[in-house]
């Protein structure tokens, strides 16, 4: 799919009433809240309708959330006034953003799939723009997923393993990759048993 059509298909898909992925954020990230610290600064990468951003602007966090979608971004600022929460938000595409050198205390990377051959590029950037001691929060899909289809792209290779995430981030200070198959529960797109992979590292 064209870079375009896709910017065009999650602009539709944030244009419909409601929240796709629900307003309450990511079971994972939300478990990492012992790690976060008030006034920490923090990049909500391709936060879509900012569920994952908002929740970490009520932890205390200075936040900023992109995405490629201004849908998404308008409903981000929506749900940040329903919070009574500040959100900086930008239109960006992870692919091409001028991503900032060591820059973030905390990085929520949640259900981003790019295309394979700007993988590495992605995983370099996000390494980059954490200050030394910044935590990286990532959960995505693992092939198996195609078994469930309870959301995720439809492509085995946009997925992650275990082994592609210990090769981009094997060279953190400390690293920590689970699989597991759980059921989760985000709004309408993500619905059901899930097969998952969660990434903490520390740079």
Do not use: C
Request: net charge neutral.
């Amino acid at each position: 799919m064209s870079e375009a059509s896709e910017v065009e298909r999650w602009q539709k898909r944030f244009s419909a009433p409601g929240y796709a992925f629900g307003k309450a954020p990511n079971a994972f990230l939300e478990a990492q809240a012992n790690l976060l610290r008030p006034g920490q600064r923090a990049l909500a990468v391709a936060d879509g309708e900012g569920r994952n951003g908002v929740w970490l602007a009520e932890q205390g966090l200075d936040v900023l959330a992109i995405d490629f979608s201004g849908a998404g971004l308008a409903k981000a600022r929506a749900l940040a006034a329903e919070r009574s929460v500040t959100l900086r938000t930008e239109l960006a595409d992870v692919t091409t953003w001028r991503w900032p050198a060591e820059a973030f205390d905390v990085i929520a990377a949640i259900f981003i799939f790019v295309e394979p051959a700007e993988r590495p590029a992605f995983f370099n950037n996000l390494k980059r723009a954490l200050k030394p001691g910044g935590l990286l929060f990532m959960q995505g899909y693992r092939p198996a997923q195609l078994n469930y289809r309870t959301g995720g792209p439809p492509h085995a290779e946009r997925m992650y393993t275990r082994a592609i995430l210990q090769e981009g981030f094997g060279d953190m200070a400390a690293l920590d990759i689970r699989e597991h198959d759980s059921v989760i529960s985000e709004g309408t797109a993500h619905v059901g048993l899930s097969a998952l992979i969660d990434l903490v590292a520390r740079k």
